[in-house]
């Protein structure tokens, strides 16, 4: 399957669009850019492709951690963690923690 023309040039165009997100710091459209190319190049038997989608999709995830781990860590055990919803919406940004009672 290598060496489809149309294929390579989704990957490539997807790729360049997280990029883009990437100088941005638009981790999320990254993620889900490289994320979509992945499946692609995976899909087409692309390795060579498939190994340079790794190195972006790396960077933003690592970001992304980053931020969270930045921003706090909240953790939450026991009778707690019945409630996620409502945790979820209370910690709008950082790392959540949920353990066992």
Do not use: H, N, W
């Amino acid at each position: 399957m290598i060496g489809m023309p149309d294929t390579a040039a989704r990957i490539d165009m997807l790729m360049e669009q997280a990029s883009l997100a990437l100088v941005d710091t638009d981790y999320l459209t990254c993620e889900r850019l490289c994320e979509q190319a992945l499946r692609l190049a995976r899909e087409a038997e692309d390795f060579d492709r498939y190994a340079r989608i790794l190195m972006p999709l790396q960077e933003c995830r690592r970001q992304r951690r980053q931020i969270a781990a930045d921003a706090g860590v909240a953790i939450f055990t026991g009778e707690q963690t019945d409630e996620i919803g409502a945790i979820l919406k209370s910690q709008s940004t950082g790392c959540i923690l949920l353990t066992d009672p």
